[in-house]
């Protein structure tokens, strides 16, 4: 069995004394793991970082064989958020949350171009967290957990929207929300595509799809914790707002 495309790489390990095993996300082959024969040398080690994109040739001798790769770097992405605490953050929090709840050799061709286009805004501080919410908001809906924030679940409104229901995420209308408001998750405009995407308002938007990876996406997967390296990011972001 054989397979080449270009990705970004997840995450990686020591295996055994001179290889490693990485972790790909590709367009056409989705989460993919084998091992790089040397990846600890010198030579190979330094392009094994999490973000970066490398082109790899798959190998195995039947389908469902770890197999190994071989790799070529594309480009790195480290320069990028090395230089800022807030873009590593963020890069570990975008490779940390694939590497969680995709499904292993299960192709999302469209999440990839998305992700493949937030990694590549990496250092663009002004504009990042706000792109890193919509990535969110996409993954929520790649893995079966969209949002719909058009109209007010409890009324059919389309107008004072400002909540989103914890249980359903379907949009709730302030007029609507009546005495469960306080049960209720923020819907800030920045959340629906709308406004100029002010810090505080993506504080708010992380809180409510913070909430539905948590409760909905990852207690689904096992009640698994989610990955602390997006706590991290979200807490890097507040001390900036």
Sequence with gaps: MEWRDQGILLSTRRHGETSAIIEMFTPEQGRHMGVVRGGTSRKIAPHLQPGAQLDVV?????????GSF???????????????RLALAGLNAVTALLSFCLPEREPH???YKRTEMLLDLLGQGEVWPLAYLRWEVSLLEEMGYGLTLDVCAVSGVREG?????PKTGRAVSEA????????LLPLPPVLRGEGDGADAEVAQAFRTTGYFL????ARDLGNTPLPEARARFVEAFNRRV
Excluded: C
């Design 176 to 183: 609507a929300a009546g005495e469960w408001a306080d049960r």
């Design 70 to 84: 071989t790799v070529e770097p594309v480009r790195s992405r480290a320069a990028a958020a090395m230089g800022d």
């Design 214 to 217: 948590e409760q909905h996406l």
């Design 161 to 165: 929207l400002i909540y989103v229901s």
């Design 58 to 66: 798959w190998r195995a001798r039947l389908e469902d064989h770890l």
């Design 109 to 111: 061709g469209g999440l």
